[in-house]
């Protein structure tokens, strides 16, 4: 399945709240922003667990990093309320499920191979500190290597947000409304730019938090095929 697989062009979905589809487990359902590949697939999605479901046990051969949106996320280590990051490794394995319900959004098979950090912020307890480079933007720093740099951002009322991007830039807005390329961004829509380009985006008359990757589209993994 191929869905938004051309990395070196712009994608965007917006206002798709509509578009969750099954997937193999019962009560968990996936809105598909990018994937290239079958249930073994580099893959961006928002995903929504039904309470009481569950996965079963499986290892992420390709990483899965999360940020959960709503709701809790249980596995083996523990519980993951809104606004928890999550980076499981290359290797890692979990038992995915939620008793009460909750909404993740989810990138699987888009890790260094070699890459072993796992790491968990509850971003509900931490502080954002201002980008110098940007007035008014404020920053959380999730996770940063020589590939990629993942965060918060928090763009003030109108602010014009003017970023050049040399390995692509991703964005999910988390709050508040934005505008790029003659389009609106409100809760949960997303957008992704491929190496080189140049982020122009305004944020709405409220202002925004968006969750912002940059860096990992100078190469794009892929999963490897089915025999």
């Not at 798709?16 to 249930?39: I, T």
């Not at 290892?59 to 499981?88: I, K, M």
């Not at 999730?142 to 109108?158: G, H, I």
């Amino acid at each position: 399945m191929n869905v938004n697989d051309d990395f070196a062009k712009r994608a965007s979905v917006i206002g798709a709240k509509d578009r969750f589809v099954p997937s193999p487990v019962s009560g968990v359902e996936r809105l598909m922003l990018d994937r290239v590949g079958g249930e073994v697939a580099r893959a961006t999605s928002i995903v929504r667990f039904v309470p009481g479901s569950a996965f079963m046990e499986h290892t992420h051969g390709g990483g899965e990093e999360f940020l959960v949106l709503d709701g809790v996320f249980q596995d083996e280590s523990g519980d993951f309320p809104a606004g928890s990051y999550v980076r499981n490794p290359p290797t890692t394995h979990h038992t995915p499920a939620s008793r009460d319900g909750c909404l993740l959004f989810v990138k699987l098979w888009q890790f260094d191979p070699q890459d072993r950090t796992e790491v968990r912020i509850d971003t509900s307890a931490k502080s954002f500190e201002p980008l110098g480079s940007q007035t008014g933007v404020a920053i959380l720093s999730l996770f940063s290597d020589n590939t990629e740099t993942v965060a918060l951002e928090r763009w003030p009322a109108e602010a014009s947000i003017q970023r050049h991007c040399p390995g692509g830039c991703e964005l999910l807005v988390l709050e508040g409304q934005m505008a790029e390329n003659g389009e609106v961004f409100s809760k949960h829509d997303w957008l992704r730019l491929p190496a080189d380009a140049t982020l122009s985006a305004k944020a709405g008359a409220a202002g925004c938090t968006v969750w912002i990757k940059t860096g990992h589209l100078r190469t794009v993994t892929m999963p490897p095929k089915a025999a």
